[in-house]
């Protein structure tokens, strides 16, 4: 059965710090997609990444990068040189294409404290 | 450009009352998602359409949930009557429509069940 778990309920970090958020996945689909999603307290939620299930190459956009490992099917997210800004939550998800890709498995999330 | 638009973004109403929530997709998107986030169960996905057709339903908890998509730029999702372990925020998504297509959320609504 396709799940995701953030093992990660809360992190605290003071700024500068570097942090990695865990996400690992579960599946039997060879076809499939992974999203971080981010929710500040605002409410809403903001894309940051999808990565397909054929491509493990790490990415990196400014000071986020995601390293992505089949071998333990994890999803890791890390933020380098936090920010105050960067305090939100954080989802991590799946989806199949043997949903026709519709289905969006979300993680439980992760709580991310920057204190100044 | 103009992202997923929802509204109201906050609903308080009394058990009992008939709740539509409204969505207004990105333009040029195919499908369209709802979603529901509790603290219980997290983010669930309730209902989306392809192409204005329901393709995926299993997610709305019961029949007093009901969705709509009566065109490509307008959606519905009715709960009657209302109780309070309905309260929860309620969010759009719209994606391309393509396979596994980047979903793109909407600010939400935050309802309220009294």
């Known amino acids: 059965a396709q799940k995701v778990t953030q093992a990660q309920t809360e992190i605290s970090v003071v700024e500068k710090e570097d942090v990695t958020l865990d996400c690992v996945y579960e599946?039997?689909?060879?076809?499939?997609?992974l999203f971080w999603y981010k929710q500040p307290p605002s409410g809403e939620l903001v894309f940051l990444i999808r990565r397909n299930s054929f491509d493990e190459q790490n990415e990196i956009s400014g000071r986020y990068s995601w390293n992505f490992q089949k071998s333990t099917s994890s999803f890791n997210f890390t933020i380098t040189a936090s920010q105050v800004v960067d305090s939100a939550v954080y989802f991590c998800a799946l989806s199949e294409a043997q949903n026709q890709g519709g289905k969006l498995i979300f993680g439980q999330g992760t709580e991310l404290s920057v204190k100044p | 450009d103009a992202g997923v638009i929802q509204s109201p973004r906050h609903e308080v109403t009394e058990m009992g009352q008939e709740v539509t929530l409204r969505c207004k997709p990105i333009?040029?998107?195919?499908?369209l998602f709802w979603y529901r986030q509790t603290m219980m169960r997290g983010l669930e996905l309730l209902i989306y359409f392809n192409n204005n057709v329901p393709i995926d339903d299993s997610g709305m908890p019961e029949d007093r949930f009901s969705a709509k998509m009566p065109n490509a730029s307008f959606s519905t999702l009715k709960i009657q009557p209302s109780e309070p372990r309905d309260s929860a925020v309620y969010f759009c998504?719209?994606?391309?429509?393509?396979?596994?297509?980047?979903?793109?959320f909407g600010p939400g609504t935050r309802l309220t069940v009294l």
């Open positions: 599946t039997r689909d060879t076809t499939y997609y």
């Open positions: 333009s040029g998107h195919n499908s």
């Open positions: 998504a719209s994606s391309l429509g393509a396979i596994l297509d980047t979903q793109y």
